[in-house]
């Protein structure tokens, strides 16, 4: 692991955390599934930054027997836009990362990194790279080749709704569910229809509505990302 810089674009520069990972190994996403651990990010210990901001690629949906994990695995950047606090200034970004490396079991690691900023970094184009498979925000029934067109209740259970897709032909689409903090949701496979179920498998007891739910959805190398809404009685918004 290591950051590294890929210059100023406009106020911020551009840097990225590259993760080299070994085959058969994965670390996760900022959901991790079932199992897992996600990473931890501590910025703290920079010079002369005002706000750092991490953008997440889409992940992969893994299942093996210790359930659904949402993963990374091979060469992964994670971009990162840093702004500074005064621009005519150094910029050295300093980072403690808590994070899981599993393959067939799970190791918690930790990484402290250092690295300047200069206005112009050699790993521009690896940092681009990443950033265009961050998914995108799009709003509900976008007119786009991918898409989230439409979600409903599921048929008598209150605790799942059912979210209708729209995918280029003979793309496998992939859908990924968030919700608060202390809120797990799972969800299916899609069916013939490019519909999945959402179930929200664990939420707090204390929990009222509207609970804001983000749904990622993933088609080869694209992907976007759509907020909804469930109400005090878990019906989708």
Request: charged share 25%; proline share 10%.
């Amino acid at each position: 692991m290591r950051l590294i810089a890929g210059g100023l674009d406009g106020a911020q520069h551009l840097a990225g955390i590259e993760i080299t990972l070994d085959p058969g190994f994965k670390t996760y996403w900022r959901t991790p599934g079932d199992s897992g651990l996600p990473p931890n990010f501590d910025w703290s210990g920079s010079e002369n930054v005002a706000t750092v901001e991490l953008r997440w690629p889409a992940p992969k949906r893994q299942e093996d027997a210790g359930g659904v994990a949402y993963v990374y695995g091979g060469n992964l950047v994670l971009p990162v836009l840093v702004t500074p606090r005064e621009r005519d200034k150094p910029v050295n970004l300093r980072l403690a990362i808590d994070y899981g490396v599993c393959k067939d079991i799970c190791i918690p690691a930790r990484a402290e990194l250092s690295e300047a900023l200069p206005a112009d970094g050699a790993h521009r184009d690896a940092i681009e790279g990443a950033l265009a498979h961050v998914p995108r925000p799009q709003p509900l029934d976008a007119r786009a080749a991918l898409a989230i067109v439409g979600i409903e209740q599921a048929a008598q259970d209150k605790s799942a709704f059912r979210v209708t897709v729209r995918a280029p032909d003979g793309a496998k689409p992939t859908l990924f569910a968030e919700g608060p903090e202390n809120w797990y949701l799972s969800t299916s496979f899609p069916d013939a229809g490019n519909t999945f179920t959402v179930t929200v498998e664990d939420r707090p007891k204390d929990a009222t509505g509207p609970i804001p739910v983000r749904l990622t959805l993933v088609a080869g190398p694209h992907a976007i990302e759509t907020e909804v809404r469930l109400d005090a009685g878990q019906q989708p918004r």
